[in-house]
């Protein structure tokens, strides 16, 4: 699988596989190792944690998984956020539901990451949301201790508007060499309000969340998911692709600012449509009838 480079030191897979939902999936540790072990397989060595995944316990789980065969972890990159706290039983400290981009938190929630993930280092830290609140003198602060002390190797943003993005840059030493953001078919909001248009500008390759807009586009029967659903059906009829997942991955990877979709799913089968949809490539036509499609009208 083709890789991109975010760094000197550091590429990512184009395919990330994330792990938001992994405590649904009510795997066993051996079966987790089974599915990293596929991706691994088909050349997906990217993936994705944040600290409250699973109510906090995703990166435990993905631990536990990978104590099982150690020798993973230098065959992979691993990705985690911080900067969201969210009451849980896990965290009874955890009165309410806010940010927290102090200097303070970040460091220790890393050294929370690192622990429950079994690993000496993240590849990429990310702050999970812009953080009203966010002192960037503190977030510069932390990046650069945790750098220092060899815990943290890249950092990064998810969710940060041109604005956000371009302020905490601003701050921090080390260039930012990501933003991680919502975009699919479904979502096309990125595109609207300049946040693809920075990444472009800064030359970072986003990660792209929710590249199937969370299983919406197959299952709402609003008119805006259904008209989408009929125009991805033509086009994968036209393509001879064996489902509108491929068609949905088919569209982001056509776009120039070298988007790398986070796959969701813990399915293999479905790992596999991800992987397969590399081999398709849509017309300009194509790529704008997805796009009007969701719109709902055509481009001015
Ligand atoms: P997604 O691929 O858009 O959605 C996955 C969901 O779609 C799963 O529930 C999956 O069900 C379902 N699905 C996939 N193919 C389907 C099909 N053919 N028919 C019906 N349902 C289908 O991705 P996501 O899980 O929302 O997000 C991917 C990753 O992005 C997460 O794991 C996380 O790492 C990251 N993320 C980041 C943020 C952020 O704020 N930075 C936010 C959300 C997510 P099955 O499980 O049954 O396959």
């Given amino acids: 699988m083709k890789r991109i480079s975010l760094a000197d030191d550091l590429s990512f897979s184009r395919f990330i596989h994330g792990?938001?939902?992994?405590?649904?999936?009510?795997?066993?540790?051996?079966?987790?190792?089974?599915?990293?072990?596929?991706?691994?397989?088909n050349g997906i060595t990217t993936f994705d944690?944040?600290?409250?995944?699973g109510s906090y316990t995703c990166e435990s789980?993905?631990?536990?998984?990978?104590?099982?065969?150690?020798?993973?972890?230098?065959?992979?990159?691993?990705?985690?956020?911080?900067?969201?706290?969210?009451?849980?039983?896990?965290?009874?400290?955890?009165k309410s539901h806010h940010y927290n981009t102090s200097k303070e938190h970040i460091i220790s929630s890393v050294d929370q990451s690192l622990t429950n993930l079994q690993t000496e280092y993240i590849d990429v830290l990310l702050i999970h949301r812009p953080d009203p609140f966010m002192n960037p003198e503190e977030v510069a602060e932390a990046f650069h201790l945790l750098k220092k002390n060899g815990?943290?190797?890249?950092?990064?943003?998810?969710?940060?508007?041109?604005h956000q993005f371009n302020m905490l840059q601003s701050y921090v030493d080390e260039d930012l060499i990501t933003n991680?953001?919502?975009?699919?078919?479904?979502?096309?909001?990125?595109?609207?309000?300049?946040?693809?248009n920075n990444c472009i500008k800064n030359r970072i390759s986003p990660m792209i969340w929710s590249p199937l807009a969370g299983g919406k586009v197959f299952t709402d029967t609003n008119s805006k998911a259904v008209r989408l659903r009929q125009t991805l059906e033509k086009i994968a009829n036209e393509i001879e692709a064996q489902t509108i997942d491929i068609v949905l991955y088919a569209w982001l990877l056509k776009h120039p600012g070298n988007f790398?979709?986070?796959i969701g799913t813990g399915k293999t089968e479905r790992i596999?449509?991800?992987?397969?949809?590399?081999?398709y490539t849509l017309s300009l036509d194509q790529w704008f009838e997805i796009y009007q499609a969701s719109l709902g009208h055509d481009v001015p």
């Fill in 61 to 94: 789980l993905f631990g536990k998984t990978l104590s099982l065969k150690p020798s993973i972890r230098e065959q992979i990159e691993v990705v985690t956020k911080c900067g969201i706290v969210l009451p849980s039983k896990n965290r009874p400290e955890n």
């Fill in 260 to 262: 790398m979709p986070i």
């Fill in 151 to 162: 815990k943290v190797r890249y950092f990064g943003v998810s969710n940060f508007k041109e």
């Fill in 272 to 279: 596999d449509q991800a992987v397969r949809s590399l081999d």
């Fill in 19 to 41: 792990f938001w939902r992994l405590a649904d999936w009510n795997y066993s540790n051996e079966q987790t190792l089974e599915l990293i072990d596929y991706s691994l397989e």
């Fill in 180 to 196: 991680q953001i919502e975009v699919s078919a479904y979502q096309l909001e990125n595109f609207e309000d300049g946040t693809i």
């Fill in 49 to 53: 944690h944040a600290d409250i995944y």
